[in-house]
């Protein structure tokens, strides 16, 4: 009997455990392998041939005598990236918990009607949306307009083509991923648990402080890492928005595998990144060892 | 299961046979977006029986990346001058032989030759054209200098307003002509002056793109864009004051070319539209529609008034001594080039 129940878990779990390893592992090895080989003179590597100057070249160049320096370029790409990622995953956390809590506390129908809405973005395609936003910030556009209606002249708005357009633009993207999984923990909160608080004395904000926000940090926490990592390999915003006037991560690497036809350290860059984001997930997971699910 | 069904079966499968044989006279085209005529592919398929499938890039390095990673299938690539050269080398191009193609003799000077391919063993022209910059006549009283100076270091009125291709190529080509120093130099204090020029224009520009530059001027979201000179005679359309730029400091003239790309799979068909496309009236139908000269005689009757008469397109005479041509820089150049685009991108 227990070898029946194995069995069928195995059958179950395989189709997932080859899908995974046929688009995720493969691809990730030989991304592993390239990042580690020489590149071809005229792009392209030479396949057999080891060379570690990708991983060397991250943070050192050599200068005219030859001599190894430590050269900030890269590390500046990456800075930016993180220091945008966050700015977006901040403001996404102060604009998605109230709506997930809104959206918690209104009757069951209703609250199926508004997840759907949340969700809605998603029909488009994400470039047709980047595009939406340049004609909405761009000077004389629909925002410029509006401003000027309620009386406060811009003489142009100038935010499109800069860091703030890119960040409107990420959080405007990744919103749903921090409001879905923060609703989810709300929506099972044992409401008694709040009575409970205010029968013992507890104010609004004591109560939400102390019973709402804790019970919910598994899934602002899972919401956070949902924003923070894709934004981290945001292309088409920077590109668009942005004015391509500066590069985020995925720029960069996008220009080692065309323009500068250098593979290894385009692949290199790609597994720097990914060590950073699989230290994030060892400390959320270090965290909250529990999955939400096993609160209740 | 009757007699009669059986062969109705039969026939079925015989209809099949016969469409699918039909079916398998194809051609593969990888080319930049925008750049051949949707009803160019129609004809060929109406006078050869042959079905053209489209697929596009947005660069030369693209493509290249995208063969070298081993994508098959492609029959006829089309790559500038110095990217046949890299695929030659790289061992990526087919040779075919263009002299021995029947419309070969209508192919003008000197785009029989190539200096990359000089021989002409594995590519054959299509469009050429220059890459200087527009601007909107009427967002200046000024009569602009024929310099790079009113792109890197321009005027009060166009701050803020200049659009820049998103090519590392193309500026740092620009920016090398402008202060007179070797567009492939290996020297890292000649690739600093270069960046120095770039990094003192980027406050100025609005956004480096190198897609939609014609709407970009068109809804006058910029007035001044580096462009290749068959997108400034569309911007014309909309904007009739909008004049292109030849700098007196040189500018780079391209040319693309037909590659048959290694492996592919209809060769025959290949050669069969390469050797159409030298016939005339097709390579005027591309010019109609892409803005850029083609280098097929007698193609002139053919094209349109407007590409004839808009010097961005028919270049006066007394331009052609700026021309600098394409050039394939090492791979220690690439890196300075890189190195500097990556600087001014941060």
């Not at chain 1, 003179?41 to 991983?55: L, M």
């Not at chain 2, 770039?198 to 864009?225: C, N, W």
Request: proline share 4%; glycine share 8%; aromatic share 14%.
């Amino acid at each position: 009997m227990r070898n029946l129940v194995r069995s069928k878990r195995f059958w179950l779990v395989a189709p997932a455990v080859v899908y995974i390893a046929f688009f995720m592992a493969i691809p990730l090895l030989q991304m592993a392998y390239v990042s580690v080989l020489e590149r071809g003179e005229y792009g392209g590597v030479n396949w057999g041939v080891f060379s570690f100057d990708a991983y060397r070249n991250f943070i050192f160049e050599r200068d005219l005598m030859d001599n190894l320096m430590i050269n900030t370029d890269y590390l500046q790409v990456f800075a930016r990236s993180f220091g945008l990622s966050a700015m977006t995953m901040t403001f996404a956390l102060i604009l998605g918990f109230p709506t997930a809590f809104y959206i918690s506390t209104q009757a069951q129908s209703r609250r199926n009607f508004l997840i759907f809405l949340v969700t809605i973005p998603f029909w488009t395609n994400i470039l047709v949306r980047n595009y939406a936003w340049i004609l909405l910030l761009r000077n004389g556009g629909l925002v410029d307009n509006l401003l000027g209606f309620f009386g406060w002249e811009t003489g142009g708005l100038d935010i499109l083509y800069t860091p703030y357009a890119v960040s409107i633009g990420l959080t405007y993207t990744y919103l749903p991923f921090m409001v879905l999984p923060i609703y989810a923990s709300l929506e099972k909160l044992d409401h008694r648990l709040i009575e409970a608080a205010f029968d013992l004395g507890a104010d609004k904000r004591r109560a939400m402080m102390r019973v709402i926000l804790p019970l919910a940090a598994p899934g602002i926490a899972a919401g956070c890492i949902l924003v923070f990592v894709p934004c981290l390999g945001a292309y088409v915003t920077p590109e668009l928005l942005g004015g391509g006037k500066f590069n985020m991560i995925a720029n960069l690497i996008g220009s080692q595998f065309g323009s500068a036809r250098n593979w290894p350290f385009g692949a290199g860059l790609g597994f720097v990144l990914l060590a950073v984001v699989l230290l994030s997930m060892v400390a959320y997971s270090l965290k909250f060892k529990s999955l939400p699910e096993d609160k209740s | 299961m009757n007699i009669r069904s059986v062969l109705l079966g039969a026939s079925a499968l015989a209809v099949l046979s016969v469409g699918s044989a039909k079916a398998d006279e194809s051609l593969f085209l990888y080319n930049w977006s925008n750049y051949f005529p949707p009803e160019l592919m129609e004809k060929f398929e109406a006078d050869t029986g042959i079905k053209v499938t489209l697929d596009v890039y947005d660069s030369n390095e693209t493509m290249l990346a995208k063969l070298q990673a081993g994508a098959s299938g492609y029959d006829i690539v089309v790559a500038s001058d110095y990217m046949v050269d890299t695929m030659i080398k790289d061992g990526l191009a087919t040779e075919f032989d263009a002299k021995s193609l029947a419309n070969f003799k209508n192919v003008a000077k000197p785009h029989d030759t190539l200096k990359y391919d000089p021989e002409r063993k594995y590519s054959v022209t299509y469009l050429w054209g220059t890459t200087g910059f527009t601007y909107d006549g009427a967002a200046t009283d000024a009569k602009l200098e024929q310099s790079w100076k009113e792109f890197f270091e321009p005027r009060e009125e166009f701050r803020g307003k200049i659009g820049a291709l998103n090519d590392e190529v193309e500026m740092y080509n620009a920016a090398s002509y402008y202060i007179g120093i070797p567009k492939c130099t290996e020297d890292p204090a000649e690739a600093q002056k270069v960046l120095d020029v770039l990094l003192k224009q980027k406050p100025f520009v609005a956004v480096y793109s190198s897609e939609g530059t014609i709407d970009r001027m068109s809804a006058r979201e910029v007035q001044m864009h580096m462009q290749w000179n068959g997108a400034a005679h569309r911007t014309k359309a909309s904007i009739p004051e909008a004049v292109y730029v030849y700098p007196k400091e040189g500018l780079t003239y391209w040319s693309d070319h037909f590659v048959v790309p290694k492996g592919a799979p209809d060769f025959e068909n290949a050669k069969t539209f390469i050797n159409w496309m030298m016939q005339p009236e097709n390579a005027a139908a591309a010019s109609n529609y892409a803005g850029y000269m083609n280098g097929i005689k007698g193609a002139g009757e053919f094209m349109d008034e407007s590409l004839k008469t808009d010097p961005a397109v028919n270049m006066p005479d007394e331009y052609a001594s700026l021309l600098v041509a394409g050039q394939n820089c090492s791979a220690k150049a690439r890196d300075l080039r890189n190195r500097v685009w990556t600087k001014l991108k941060n």
